[in-house]
């Protein structure tokens, strides 16, 4: 038995998640195995406060989250499927979680590109296209800061000393 819970992100992470879970309708399926399974079954017991509302300027899409039933303790079970609804600090616990997965994504492919040999502009925007992300949905330029920023571009410069 599956549960529903919504979840509202940005242009750019909706096509990372669509094309990362190989889901184009939008409903991205959570397993057990699935660290961010922890995650959400903790963010899934803490009692929601108020009904949430959502920015639609910032976050226009909605994604569909499926989420195996689990049990709280031994006596416990929490039905998943009326437990849909999540706050919206519970909605940024998980858009923040995967921010840091689309980073990571991110990261690794420049580094395997720049690796190769291409050009840092020229591996953002593969990773635009590989992802179908569409470039007036995220800013270039916040992506390049990321990578500026990142410790891989500190590992590829240490792996190009040593090799030269």
Known sequence: MK???????SEALYEFL?????????????????????????I?????RKTPTVDK????RRLTLLIPAFQ??????????YRNYLPPNMQRLIRNHFNRLFKLRAHTFILGCCHRGSRQSDAIRDFFRLFN????????EMIKKSWDRSNEKFILYKNFQKSA
């Open 57 to 60: 300027q910032k976050y226009p």
């Open 18 to 42: 669509i094309a990362e879970y190989n889901s184009p309708d939008g409903i991205i399926e959570i397993n057990r195995q699935d660290k961010f399974f922890e995650d959400i079954k903790f």
């Open 133 to 140: 992300i569409p470039e007036n949905s995220i800013n270039y």
């Open 44 to 48: 899934l017991q803490v009692n929601p």
């Open 3 to 9: 549960g529903v819970v919504y979840l509202y992100v």
């Open 72 to 81: 709280l303790d031994k006596s416990i079970r929490l039905n998943v499927l």
